[in-house]
C-alpha cells in the first residue's frame, strides 16, 4: 500500500518569491510520481509527473519537481510565483504495474502581490 | 492528450434523490475511476469501472449507493443514490493509465 503526505496544509508566498511544495512517499513497491493543480471550481490539472529517467522533471507553468528515491521525496518548486499560481495541488504516487492513484491531502498554495 | 467530457458540472439535489454522473472521453480506453472528494479534502477512490462487468470498489463504498455502468470503452456513469448531505462532494472520473490519466473537471454535488 502507498502513502503520501504533503507537508503545510496551507502555503503563502508573495509573488515573485520561491514557491516549494513539499511531497513525501511510502510505498513497498516502485511508483510513478505526480503533482497536480485544481484551480477554485475546476477538475484537476497535470503540472508534471516522473516515470523514469532524470530525477528532475520539468512541467507547466514553471514548475519542476526532483524524485529523491532515498528520501523518498517529490517535492515541488518554482523559482518566481505569479499571482495565477495560487490553487491546491496534489501529490499523487501510483505503483508500477497499479493503476490506483493515492493523493496526499492537498496543499493550498497561496500567492499575495 | 484525452478530452474528458463530465456533466453535469454542478448540481442541487434534495435528499432521498439520485444522481447520475456522466463522463465522456473522446478516445477509447481500457482503465476509467470515479473519485469523490469531500469538502476540503483530497481526492478518494470510489471504484474502478469495468467494461462489460461490474465495477470494483473501494473499502468502504458499495454497489448500491454508488452505482457504476460502463457500456463501452469510452463511457462510464456514476449514480449517487439516496443522497443525503454528507454525500455533498466532488465527484471526478478520471479515465487512462496510470502513466497516461487524465481527469474530467467534476461534478460538484449539492445536497440539501
Known amino acids: 500500500a502507498q502513502s503520501v503526505t504533503q507537508l503545510g496544509s496551507h502555503v503563502s508566498v508573495s509573488e515573485g518569491a520561491l514557491v516549494l511544495l513539499r511531497c513525501n512517499y511510502s510505498?513497498?513497491?516502485?511508483?510513478?510520481l505526480f503533482w497536480y493543480v485544481q484551480y477554485p471550481n475546476q477538475g484537476l490539472q497535470l503540472l508534471l509527473k516522473?516515470?523514469?529517467?532524470?530525477?528532475l522533471v520539468k512541467g507547466i507553468n514553471g514548475f519542476e519537481a526532483e524524485f529523491n528515491k532515498s528520501q523518498t521525496s517529490f517535492h515541488l518548486r518554482k523559482p518566481s510565483a505569479h499571482i495565477s499560481d495560487t490553487a491546491e495541488y496534489f501529490c499523487a504516487v501510483s505503483p508500477r504495474g497499479g493503476q490506483n492513484f493515492v493523493f496526499g491531502p492537498g496543499t493550498r498554495l497561496s500567492v499575495l502581490p | 492528450s484525452a478530452v474528458i467530457s463530465q456533466k453535469p458540472s454542478r448540481d442541487i439535489c434534495q435528499r432521498g434523490t439520485s444522481l447520475t454522473i456522466q463522463c465522456q472521453v473522446d478516445?477509447?480506453?481500457?482503465?476509467m475511476f470515479w473519485y469523490r472528494q469531500q469538502p476540503g479534502q483530497s481526492l478518494t477512490l470510489i471504484a474502478t469501472?469495468?467494461?462489460?462487468?461490474?465495477?470494483?470498489?473501494e473499502s468502504g463504498f458499495v454497489i448500491d449507493k454508488f452505482p457504476i455502468s460502463r457500456p463501452n470503452l469510452t463511457f462510464s456513469t456514476l449514480t449517487v443514490s439516496n443522497m443525503s448531505p454528507e454525500d455533498s462532494s466532488i465527484y471526478l472520473c478520471?479515465?487512462?493509465?496510470?502513466?497516461?490519466?487524465?481527469f474530467g473537471q467534476g461534478t460538484r454535488l449539492t445536497v440539501v
Open positions: 478516445s477509447q480506453v481500457t482503465m
Open positions: 478520471k479515465a487512462g493509465e496510470n502513466t497516461e490519466a487524465f
Open positions: 469501472a469495468n467494461q462489460g462487468s461490474e465495477a470494483t470498489y
Open positions: 516522473y516515470l523514469s529517467g532524470s530525477t
Open positions: 510505498s513497498s513497491v516502485s511508483v510513478y
